[in-house]
């Protein structure tokens, strides 16, 4: 359980992947964020025979959450090394890779979010021909500050109820089915209480 932000699309040529990359560097130098710049052609420990697409771009962020993922394959087309490696290795080819990237926002709070948030929609305008976000907190959708603290604040007072019961009964848990791990979750967290999770997580603004 994790506020997730699910972002794809094309960018208008592949000759402004260099400037994406120049501009997101002196982001993360003013936020004294980590970054790594990609080029999987190079990089040494890739397979030169791999049918994974050659990826060209940046990752960057907090060191304590998962990294933004601005790579291309030659195309123009986003996609993360992460998402082309498992989905790859699910069809056994890259044919149907489904192109997109993600970035779990949740352990770096609310204020970290609306900075990746900001930056996706400076980018998307300024270079991406097509663009898509699915953002489970609704913020980039909505703008709505007090939403999103709302939905960090229940998915963190979930998980810390839920890593209590588990370090108190993870023993009695050795064995058990998968239905019966759901209700033991149901039981810590309350039946109402996982459903409202669910429901305001998925809900959608008109």
Same mark, same amino acid.
């Given at each position: 359980?994790?506020?997730?932000?699910?972002?794809? /699309?094309?960018?208008?040529?592949?000759?402004?992947?260099? =400037?994406?990359?120049?501009?997101?560097? @002196?982001?993360?130098?003013?936020?004294?964020?980590?970054?790594?710049?990609?080029?999987?052609?190079?990089?040494?420990?890739?397979?030169?025979?791999?049918?994974?697409?050659?990826?060209? /771009?940046?990752?960057?962020?907090?060191? =304590?959450? @998962?990294?933004?993922?601005?790579?291309?394959?030659?195309? /123009?087309?986003?996609?993360?090394?992460?998402?082309?490696?498992?989905?790859?290795?699910?069809?056994?080819?890259? =044919?149907?890779?489904?192109?997109?990237?993600?970035?779990?926002?949740?352990?770096?709070?609310?204020?970290?979010?609306?900075?990746?948030?900001?930056?996706?929609?400076?980018?998307?305008?300024?270079?991406?021909?097509?663009?898509?976000?699915?953002?489970?907190?609704?913020?980039? @959708?909505?703008?709505?500050?007090?939403?999103?603290?709302?939905?960090?604040?229940?998915?963190?007072?979930?998980?810390?109820?839920?890593?209590?019961?588990?370090?108190?009964? /993870?023993?009695?848990?050795?064995?058990?089915? @998968?239905?019966?791990?759901? =209700?033991?979750?149901?039981?810590?967290?309350?039946?109402?209480?996982?459903?409202?999770?669910?429901?305001?997580?998925?809900?959608?603004?008109?």
């Amino acid at each position: 359980m994790a506020i997730t932000i699910h972002y794809g /699309g094309s960018i208008k040529s592949i000759e402004l992947i260099d =400037e994406l990359v120049d501009e997101m560097v @002196e982001v993360c130098n003013a936020n004294n964020w980590s970054y790594q710049i990609v080029d999987t052609k190079t990089h040494k420990n890739i397979d030169p025979n791999d049918p994974l697409p050659h990826l060209k /771009g940046i990752s960057f962020g907090l060191d =304590e959450t @998962e990294s933004v993922w601005l790579t291309f394959d030659s195309t /123009g087309k986003l996609l993360s090394p992460m998402v082309a490696v498992f989905l790859q290795h699910d069809t056994n080819t890259t =044919e149907h890779l489904d192109y997109h990237a993600f970035t779990k926002t949740q352990s770096a709070g609310p204020e970290y979010h609306v900075k990746i948030v900001n930056i996706l929609k400076y980018i998307s305008g300024k270079y991406f021909s097509a663009w898509n976000v699915n953002d489970e907190s609704q913020y980039y @959708e909505t703008g709505n500050h007090d939403y999103l603290i709302e939905a960090m604040t229940l998915i963190d007072k979930s998980m810390a109820a839920l890593n209590e019961a588990f370090a108190a009964h /993870g023993g009695s848990m050795q064995g058990k089915t @998968e239905v019966e791990i759901k =209700e033991f979750i149901e039981q810590v967290l309350g039946k109402e209480a996982l459903d409202i999770k669910v429901i305001k997580l998925g809900d959608q603004e008109e």
